[in-house]
C-alpha cells in the first residue's frame, strides 16, 4: 500500500509537472497572439473549430462563441465555401500549405482577411488557418478600379470629341479649300498675279490645316488600337518650304537654301 501510495504520489506530482508545463506554454502562445496581427484557427479535417486565438478578438468572426458544434464554412460567404474547401483538401492530400482569401461577418463588421492554411498534425488531419486583416488593402485596390475606370471612361470621352470635332471642322475647311481651287480654275475671270499668288496660300494653309485634322482623327484611332501605317515617299524639300512659308511672312528664295 505504501509503495502504491508512492507511486500515486509520484504520478501525481508528474501529472501537476505536466500541467504546469502545458499552462506556460498556453500562456507563451497567448503572449504570442496577442502581439500579432493574424487570426489563428485550428480545426480538424471536417473543418470544425476546435481553438481560435486572436490578438484583437474584435476581429474574430461573429458567433464564434455561440455553444455548440463550429464549423469553419458557418463564418465564410456562400460562394467562397466551395473553394476553400477545394483547398483544404489540397493541403489535407498533399501536405502542402494554401492560400486562401475570404470575407467574414466580425465585431467590425465586413472584413477581408488572407488565410495561410497548414497541416500540423499528420496523424489527426489537424488543420491551422493563420488569416490576416488586408480589408485596408481590398479597399484600396477597390479605389485603384474605380479610379481606372473613370480614367478610362474620360479617355472614351475624349477621344469621342477629338473625332466629332474633327468631322465638324472638316465641314468648313472643305468650303475653304473648294471655293479656292475654283478660284485659281475660273478661265473667265482669272485672277491677277497678286490675287493668285493670294488664293494659292489661302490652299496651301487649307490642306495645312486638313493634314492636322487628320492628325487628330490618327490620334484617336491610336488610342483605339486601329491606326494603320504606311511606309510612303516624302518630298522633302517640298515639304520644308511649305513648313518655312506657313511660319514666315516673306517667300524664302529656293537659291537661299
Excluded at 500549405?97 to 495561410?116: C, D, I, K, N
Excluded at 486638313?210 to 490620334?219: G, Q, T
Amino acid at each position: 500500500i505504501l509503495d502504491m501510495g508512492g507511486q500515486l504520489d509520484k504520478a501525481n506530482q508528474n501529472l501537476l509537472s505536466t500541467q504546469k508545463a502545458l499552462q506556460e506554454r498556453e500562456a507563451n502562445l497567448h503572449a504570442v497572439v496577442n502581439v500579432m496581427d493574424d487570426i489563428i484557427v485550428e480545426t480538424d479535417s471536417d473543418g470544425m473549430i476546435l481553438n481560435a486565438w486572436a490578438g484583437d478578438a474584435s476581429l474574430l468572426p461573429n458567433r464564434l462563441n455561440e455553444s455548440g458544434a463550429r464549423l469553419m464554412w458557418d463564418y465564410l460567404q456562400p460562394e467562397q465555401i466551395e473553394e476553400a474547401k477545394r483547398l483544404t483538401n489540397i493541403v489535407l492530400e498533399t501536405g502542402q500549405s494554401q492560400v486562401a482569401g475570404y470575407r467574414t461577418e466580425t465585431m467590425r463588421g465586413p472584413r477581408w482577411f488572407l488565410a495561410h492554411i497548414h497541416l500540423t498534425d499528420q496523424g489527426n488531419k489537424t488543420l491551422i488557418f493563420s488569416s490576416r486583416d488586408i480589408t485596408e488593402r481590398k479597399e484600396m485596390e477597390h479605389s485603384i478600379l474605380e479610379a481606372k475606370e473613370e480614367a478610362e471612361k474620360a479617355s472614351r470621352a475624349k477621344t469621342e470629341f477629338l473625332s466629332s470635332m474633327s468631322h465638324e471642322l472638316r465641314t468648313p475647311l472643305n468650303a475653304v479649300l473648294g471655293f479656292s481651287q475654283l478660284l485659281q480654275m475660273d478661265n473667265e475671270s482669272p485672277l491677277n498675279p497678286e490675287q493668285a499668288e493670294y488664293v494659292s496660300e489661302i490652299n496651301k494653309a487649307g490642306k495645312h490645316l486638313l493634314e492636322l485634322i487628320n492628325e487628330v482623327l490618327d490620334l484617336a484611332k491610336i488610342e483605339t488600337g486601329r491606326l494603320t501605317i504606311s511606309l510612303e515617299p516624302v518630298q522633302l524639300y517640298g515639304a520644308m518650304e511649305e513648313v518655312l512659308t506657313l511660319n514666315r511672312r516673306d517667300r524664302l528664295n529656293p537659291a537661299d537654301f
